[in-house]
């Protein structure tokens, strides 16, 4: 937020580091893993613009997260599609974004449709691009939107 990029990722490293050293118990933060932080400095990217290296992280962190972190996965996708839309990917973007509409249909997360109203405003200008028109008409199926 305040555009210190390189304070940022060293102390994205640092939190790396220390996690890579601490001891594992499985119960006091076992969310608090690499893909959390990865994910964590990919938001960073978007904020700064850095939409490829935002894609790249947010693709990596959703490839590490475990399969049990299903609301969290549609988060990350619903992300990593608005990254991809921010590097002019519109057709990927639809395509990610589609996945993360049925883990929010599935789920009923209000995070994963907050995300997803980000991307879909995100798309609305490229409505006729292959796939996008596609994602806004699921997203309808799932969100009551105002008369």
């Given at each position: 937020?305040?555009?210190?990029?390189?304070?940022?990722?060293?102390?994205?490293?640092?939190?790396?580091t220390l996690l890579?050293?601490?001891?594992?118990?499985?119960?006091?933060?076992?969310?608090l893993?690499?893909?959390?932080?990865?994910?964590?400095?990919?938001?960073?990217?978007?904020?700064?613009?850095?939409?490829e290296r935002a894609a790249a992280g947010?693709?990596?962190a959703i490839a590490m997260l475990p399969s049990a972190y299903r609301r969290d996965r549609g988060v990350y996708l619903a992300r990593a599609a608005r990254a991809h839309a921010g590097t002019g990917n519109n057709v990927?973007?639809?395509r990610i974004g589609t996945q993360a509409v049925g883990i929010a249909a599935e789920t009923g997360s209000a995070r994963i449709?907050?995300?997803l109203d980000r991307l879909d405003q995100a798309l609305?200008?490229?409505?006729?691009?292959d796939g996008v028109a596609e994602f806004r008409a699921s997203l309808d199926h799932i969100v009551l939107h105002p008369a």
């Amino acid at each position: 937020m305040l555009g210190e990029a390189s304070e940022t990722h060293k102390a994205y490293d640092t939190g790396l580091t220390l996690l890579a050293r601490a001891d594992s118990d499985g119960v006091w933060g076992s969310w608090l893993d690499s893909a959390y932080v990865n994910t964590a400095r990919a938001r960073s990217l978007a904020a700064l613009g850095n939409y490829e290296r935002a894609a790249a992280g947010f693709d990596n962190a959703i490839a590490m997260l475990p399969s049990a972190y299903r609301r969290d996965r549609g988060v990350y996708l619903a992300r990593a599609a608005r990254a991809h839309a921010g590097t002019g990917n519109n057709v990927l973007a639809a395509r990610i974004g589609t996945q993360a509409v049925g883990i929010a249909a599935e789920t009923g997360s209000a995070r994963i449709i907050q995300q997803l109203d980000r991307l879909d405003q995100a798309l609305a200008p490229a409505a006729s691009e292959d796939g996008v028109a596609e994602f806004r008409a699921s997203l309808d199926h799932i969100v009551l939107h105002p008369a």
